[in-house]
């Protein structure tokens, strides 16, 4: 089907290590974003990408790293993860005025 | 710094009532305002995009209205039914290729 898949949907890591979240689009969208949504917070933007080997960082990109090699693909990785970094994390696409989100992934970091 | 505003937090209503979601936003400097939907442990849908020089949109039993000049949006949503139970949240983008700017969203319940 088409869309914004994410894998994996959940995930449990400890404390200082790496994890790497990935986000897949069919449609070839130009724009991809990570947000991450916490209580309190609402949704933040990590980082987005305007296309291929374009990056830049939105309000919380500490952390955090990510590549876009090919239009389609465009993964978040956590270098060495701390338990702030706990939270629910969406990839989303943009295709002319609106935006699409994947379905999400719950990230602990014990 | 834009900020958008969605007050209360929470909203309960019996099934049946029409209601009417409020986002408000600082910067009236707007390029589109886009309503999305979020069901427990689910992602985003959109409901409804309003472009800048846009009034209203309109699907089904919701409509959106935009005020850029007093930095309003609502989102009215018809005979309401406990399926509509969600959390609303409503997002501006500045400009084309701006980033978006999310409110913290509504959790409406709806009563059977």
């Known amino acids: 089907d088409a869309g914004i898949t994410q894998s994996p949907r959940y995930k449990i890591t400890e404390t200082g290590r790496q994890v790497t979240l990935m986000c897949h689009q069919t449609?070839?969208?130009?724009?991809m974003f990570w947000y991450r949504q916490d209580l309190g917070h609402g949704l933040r933007l990590i980082y987005y990408?305007?296309?291929?080997?374009?990056?830049d960082k939105g309000e919380v990109p500490d952390g955090y790293v990510v590549s876009r090699s090919k239009t389609e693909n465009f993964p978040l990785t956590l270098e060495s993860a701390t338990r702030s970094q706990t939270s629910v994390y969406f990839c989303?696409?943009?295709?002319?005025?609106?935006?699409?989100f994947g379905p999400g992934t719950r990230l602990t970091v014990t | 710094k834009q900020e958008v505003t969605q007050i209360p937090a929470a909203l309960s209503v019996p099934e049946g009532e029409n209601l009417v979601l409020n986002c408000s936003f600082t910067?009236?400097?707007?390029?589109?305002l886009q309503w999305f939907r979020q069901d427990p442990g689910k992602g985003l849908t959109s409901l409804l995009l309003?472009?800048?020089?846009?009034r209203e949109q309109t699907s089904g039993r919701l409509n959106a209205s935009l005020d850029k000049s007093s930095g309003r949006s609502t989102l009215y949503i018809a005979a309401s039914q406990p399926g509509d139970s969600a959390t609303y949240l409503c997002?501006?983008?500045?400009?084309?290729?701006?980033?978006?700017?999310f409110g913290k969203g509504i959790t409406l319940s709806v009563r059977p």
């Open positions: 989303a696409s943009k295709i002319s005025y609106e935006q699409y």
């Open positions: 449609w070839s969208h130009s724009y």
């Open positions: 990408s305007a296309a291929a080997d374009i990056t």
């Open positions: 910067d009236s400097a707007i390029y589109n």
């Open positions: 309003i472009q800048s020089s846009q």
């Open positions: 997002a501006v983008r500045g400009g084309a290729n701006s980033k978006l700017t």
